[in-house]
């Protein structure tokens, strides 16, 4: 945690299962060295060994965009949603066809696996799915 006084919420996952509420799950944790495996002790379920990859850190000025651009194995797509609204995102290639399909549920990005896509410019469109926000933008991918 680089502030302990800011932490920011990267990611999460429910080990107990169960419909009813007590204190069984989760009661230790172990982050390996480099942070991107993580050891979850579980009271009922047992251990479970997880790969983290966190998202980007995006501080733009921005109201929508993708990091990076140009983009090589994964883009992300992310809008300013302090409200947590859900979106769309759409993304074309330069003949038209849509290429993604996502949704951005209550956060603010997305990310896009480009590993298959061709070399070249697309176009995304970020849809307000209960409110009245459209968003559009390009980006390059670049293998």
Not at 11 to 23: A, I, K, L
Not at 32 to 61: C, H, M, T, V, W
Not at 66 to 83: C, D, F, G, K, T
Request: charged share 20%; with cysteine; net charge negative.
């Amino acid at each position: 945690m680089s502030n302990p006084n800011f932490p920011v919420l990267s990611g999460w996952y429910d080990t107990y299962f169960d419909e009813e509420y007590d204190f069984s799950g989760a009661w230790g944790i172990h982050v390996f060295p480099g942070g991107k495996k993580i050891l979850i002790s579980d009271q009922r379920n047992g251990l479970f060994l997880l790969e983290f990859y966190p998202p980007p850190r995006i501080n733009a000025n921005t109201e929508h965009g993708v990091y990076p651009n140009p983009a090589h194995e994964s883009a992300w797509i992310y809008v300013a949603n302090p409200r947590n609204f859900d979106f769309e995102v759409d993304v074309y290639n330069l003949q038209g066809k849509c290429v993604a399909n996502a949704e951005i549920i209550g956060n603010s990005l997305v990310e896009l696996n480009t590993l298959h896509w061709s070399s070249g410019m697309y176009f995304y469109e970020i849809i307000g799915k209960d409110v009245t926000l459209n968003y559009r933008g390009k980006f390059e991918v670049v293998h």
